[in-house]
């Protein structure tokens, strides 16, 4: 079935580090993927998407590319900020329907 | 836009109360979600609808029911609570078609069952 597997966190980083968060998929076909973030006491909001293989999604300085070889989505920021601390869910899309979450991971960043 | 809403933010209930949570969406979405998130375990699908007066199970379906009566709200009713309900409740909505199929989320209901 479909599934996304993260990396386990939490990613602990000082300011202006850089990130990666993976994000794997098992999936038929062509799913669309997604980023979402919840910072503490929200609810998630879509940070970036890429609906086809080879697309990069971006936003707020964040990254990631689709990348259908490796079957990947990972995320990347170039210098994180003490403002990204947050949990990061990476999702996919293959039915109408539904998404599918991954576990989440918790990014600390300190000053 | 208010955009998604949930009604209430807070509840701790007993063993065996009931009680209904409220989704309300202003954005004319006709997809309509309700999830629940447990600690190392993402959000996990509990019912959906794909519109008014429609609704299916999703991944964790048992012990809950919903009800999609307006296009706008969406309720998740626990009939009989039990301490293995205590999460965090989210609600979300999304297009039929467009944005890439995105779901817009609400808050969130902190649920404690004792």
């Known amino acids: 079935g479909n599934s996304v597997t993260q990396m386990e966190g939490p990613v602990t980083l000082s300011e202006e580090a850089f990130l990666t968060i993976n994000c794997t998929y098992t999936?038929?076909?062509?799913?669309?993927l997604f980023w979402y973030v919840q910072y503490p006491g929200e609810g998630l909001q879509l940070l970036l998407k890429a609906t086809k293989a080879d697309d990069k999604g971006s936003n707020k300085g964040f990254e990631a590319t689709y990348r259908k070889e490796t079957t990947s989505f990972h995320l990347e920021k170039g210098s994180v900020q003490v403002s990204d601390s947050a949990v990061y869910f990476c999702a996919l899309s293959r039915d109408t329907d539904k998404l599918i979450f991954g576990t989440g991971t918790r990014l600390q960043v300190f000053p | 836009n208010a955009g998604v809403t949930q009604t209430p933010k807070f509840r701790v209930l007993k063993t065996g109360q009931s009680m209904t949570l409220l989704c309300a969406q202003d954005m004319n979405h006709e997809y309509m979600y309700w999830y629940r998130q447990d600690p190392g375990m993402g959000l996990r699908l509990i019912h959906y609808?794909?519109?008014?007066?429609?609704?299916a199970k999703g991944e964790v379906p048992d012990g809950y029911n919903v009800s999609r009566l307006k296009k706008q709200n969406f309720l998740l009713g626990l009939e009989s609570a039990a301490p293995s309900q205590t999460s965090v409740y989210f609600c979300?909505?999304?297009?039929?078609?467009?944005?890439?199929?995105?779901?817009?989320f609400g808050p969130g209901t902190r649920l404690t069952v004792t």
């Open positions: 979300a909505s999304r297009r039929t078609t467009g944005d890439g199929r995105e779901q817009y």
């Open positions: 999936a038929t076909g062509y799913p669309s």
């Open positions: 609808s794909v519109g008014e007066g429609t609704t």
